[in-house]
């Protein structure tokens, strides 16, 4: 069953394009976050979803049905919108009900609703409170409880987290996701931050520059990623990217970066290579090996350390090679901590991913030395 | 050179405490990072001591010289905010330059000055530019570069690196950490950022609801917190914390759990019928394979984390875990696994939340 489908939907904004004939599909009952990095279009793709926005041309369909001309009324979805404007001199609970007393509906059914969603998030104990009494994570969950109180089942999420501190935002990860299967909803959540996708999506869709680059499963698109912009932008630390060129030397194809050069293997559809050609070459941070002491089959280089940034666990460590910027991350072991100094790093040819410039397509990958 | 000092120092805002009574010493010639989750108390504490607030009670020394009323012009510090500050209309090398035109020094020191912040925060490419072209990390490098131009003996920051992009975070950090090495300046860091603190930190004091709870070195307080909050409030995500009874046989106390094959004993804890075992997600073993120390769990969620990590969550008898693991072994877990909780890896509390002096052994 798919909950919504795009098919060649544009928008525009005075000439502006600012979607580009995007088709794709969510299915059902499934965690679905649309990520992107900050002014994307991924804003617009989830208001043209709640009839806020029309499309300049396309349709889109809910259920199954075209609702492209179908007013937000309508369409039957919640809606928790970005930035949580709680009405001042309102209870918590008439803050949730607010939706469902404007659809007018009795006061029995709202209370039952109310109490409903507010144990799910566990603002029970807040109802008669007033929201200048509450926290910031609080708040949020108030928000969020009021875009869930009406029944239905697809819900919209508009980077709801976004502003609140890192520890407040663990907790509510949980308890969306908590959320999403027991009420057996579709959800469609936007978010810029890597992490929170990856937290939280069963299948995400990654939009660029006003495209859906991708879209599929969350680990298909973190292990197989297709497109440039999901192996850089769907992961914490970032993708490092190099440019590259692709040339021929004694019928072996080989990869050349400023940093290393190595054997490479192009998918057939991709054709043959005749002449050099430029290249996109991405490597995860965490297939840099650091401290290389015995380098078989790996392409070492010497790297300058410029900073380790700890998060307890696991530390990132910002290189500088030859004027490259690298980044990696290594598990935190013991008390090891460096300061500045250089060390080997070193990367299997295997682990890197060769990209199309133009296109942003996945053509190919390194081969073993 | 400069020492900093509160002593029993209390902020009231009406009926609402915002510092409760904090006594600590800031040590000189160190980075301390004020560290805690928002309305902790710990901007007003940074406040107190720049003079741009006045405490309800309690008193800051610099060097023993007590200042709790100077005003913050002759107190001798610097301060960077989260906005930085700087002269919009100017370019990068006059906002520099124009704190030091204030202090009478000759034009080779004020020269030399300016060359040395500049390379400090590695502002040579941008040193004409005008400030309307910068970036808000740039920016900030700036404001930093001007605040420290002026030497003063101390230097304050409140959340410098908020404001700034992802992209620029990384070079800031690195700027503030190389200025912090080459100046030797006190440095007294306010974030609610625990990487951040964990970064730049020569030691951290951890802050809850107006108190400290905690001062101590980065690495020190991440594997011994004196309390559940700092064992929660680090790491990502922090501590499981799992309650248990403790059972008394003859003079020793055992303790019987789900998430260990046999009874562990437990050494020094006396007096506490009741502790909570803290263990963190990375140092909890996952595997398909049964070991002698595993115990049996069911995963109930997984997801890819920082690193390409999975982050699970296992259901081991009554008790929820969260376990961190390598991305290999995160890819094919799932269903049935066997959870090892390394003894070594554990930090018991007592009920009140506290940690409990008390070893753990297998016999």
Redesign the interface.
């Known amino acids: 069953m798919i909950a919504v489908e795009f098919r060649e939907v544009s928008k525009a904004y005075h000439h502006q394009l600012v979607l580009q004939n995007v088709s794709f599909s969510i299915k059902a009952g499934t965690f679905a976050v649309i990520f992107g990095p900050p002014g994307c279009g991924k804003s617009v793709l989830l208001r043209l979803i709640t009839g806020l926005e029309k499309p300049s041309s396309g349709r889109i369909l809910l259920r199954g049905v075209d609702v492209t001309g179908v007013s937000p009324g309508e369409r039957n979805i919640g809606y928790v919108p970005q930035a949580f404007a709680l009405y001042p001199h309102y209870s918590v609970r008439d803050n949730v009900a607010y939706p469902l007393a404007l659809m007018g509906v009795a006061r029995t059914e709202i209370d039952s609703s109310v109490r409903r969603v507010a144990e799910m998030l566990h603002i029970d104990h807040l109802l008669d409170k007033k929201p200048h009494q509450l ?2 994570g609080e708040k949020q969950r108030v928000a969020i409880a009021r875009g869930i109180v009406k029944q239905t089942e697809i819900y919209v999420l508009d980077d709801p987290l976004t502003g609140l ?4 935002r ?1 907790q509510l990860f ?1 308890d969306l ?1 908590q959320l999403q299967q027991s009420l057996q909803a579709t959800f469609i959540y936007t978010t810029s931050d890597p ?1 929170e996708a ?3 999506a069963d299948q995400a869709a990654i939009v660029d520059s006003g495209q859906v680059v991708e879209t599929g499963p ?2 298909q698109l ?2 197989e990623p297709l497109h440039v912009r999901t192996m850089e932008l769907l ?3 970032k993708a490092n990217l190099l440019s590259g060129t692709l040339f021929v030397r004694s019928d072996q194809l080989w990869c050349q970066t400023d940093l290393f050069t190595f054997p490479a293997r192009i998918d057939p559809a991709v054709g043959a290579i005749d002449e050099a050609r430029p290249v996109q070459v991405a490597v ?3 297939h840099i090996t650091f401290g290389v002491t015995e380098p078989d089959g790996l392409l070492t280089c010497r790297a300058q350390v ?9 530390v990132i460590v ?1 290189l500088d090679v030859q004027g490259t910027r690298l980044v990696t ?1 290594v ?2 072991d013991g ?1 090891r ?1 460096l300061g500045d100094e250089t060390i080997t790093i070193g990367i299997a040819p295997t682990a890197i991913v060769l990209f199309e410039p133009d296109t942003g397509r996945r053509i190919g990958q390194g081969v073993g030395m | 050179m400069a020492e900093v000092r509160v002593v029993e120092l209390r902020k009231e805002f009406g009926p609402t405490v915002a510092v409760r009574d904090v006594t600590t010493t800031f040590p000189s010639s160190t980075v301390t990072c004020l560290l805690g ?3 902790c108390g710990k901007t007003t504490l940074l406040r107190m001591i720049a003079g741009l607030e006045e405490p309800t009670r309690g008193d800051v020394y610099f060097d023993g010289e007590r200042v709790t009323h100077l005003p913050p012009r002759r107190r001798n510090i610097g301060m960077v905010f989260q906005y930085p500050v700087v002269y919009p209309g100017t370019n990068v090398y006059r906002n520099i330059e124009l704190p030091l035109l204030e202090e009478k020094l000759d034009a080779a020191e004020r020269q030399r000055r300016i060359d040395e912040v500049v390379a400090i925060l590695g502002l040579e490419d941008s040193l004409y530019k005008e400030i309307a072209q910068l970036d808000m990390g740039t920016r900030q490098r700036v404001a930093v570069a001007r605040t420290v131009a002026r030497q003063p003996a101390i230097i304050l920051f409140d959340e410098p690196i908020t404001n700034v992009d992802v992209n620029t975070k ?1 070079q800031l ?2 700027a503030l ?1 190389e200025m912090t090495k080459r100046l030797k300046k006190t440095v007294i860091y306010v974030t ?4 951040d603190a ?2 730049l930190a020569d030691q951290i004091a951890l802050m809850k609801d107006g108190e400290i709870v905690q001062v101590a070195e ?2 020190a307080l ?2 011994r917190p004196n309390n559940v909050f700092g064992g ?7 501590m499981n914390f799992l309650e248990h009874d403790l059972e008394i046989v003859g003079d020793a106390r055992r303790l019987t759990s789900s998430l260990f094959p046999t009874p562990v004993w437990v050494h020094g804890a006396s007096d506490a019928p009741r502790v909570i075992v803290g263990i ?3 140092n909890i073993r996952l595997s398909s394979e049964r070991t002698p120390t595993a115990v049996a769990g069911q995963v109930v ?1 997984k ?7 999975y ?1 699970f ?1 296992v259901q081991i008898g009554e008790h929820l875990l969260r376990a ?1 693991v ?2 290999d072994i995160g ?1 094919q877990l799932q269903g049935e696994v066997w959870a090892e909780c390394p003894i070594e890896w554990i930090t018991l509390f007592r009920s009140d939340g506290h940690r409990l002096e008390a070893s753990l052994s297998l016999q």
């Open positions: 926290s910031g501190d890192f520890k407040l663990e949980d996701k992490i990856l937290m939280l969350l680990e973190y292990w992961a914490f630390p995860r941070p965490q410029m900073l380790w940034e700890d998060l307890g666990g696991e910002h991350v598990s935190h008390d901590l | 989750p928002s309305g990384a950090k690195r950490k609610h950022d625990q990487t964990m970064t980065p690495r991440y594997n929660w409030f680090l790491g990502n995500p922090g963190r997600p990375e969620r997801a890819i984390t920082v690193g390409g990590r982050l969550t961190k390598e991305p890819r």
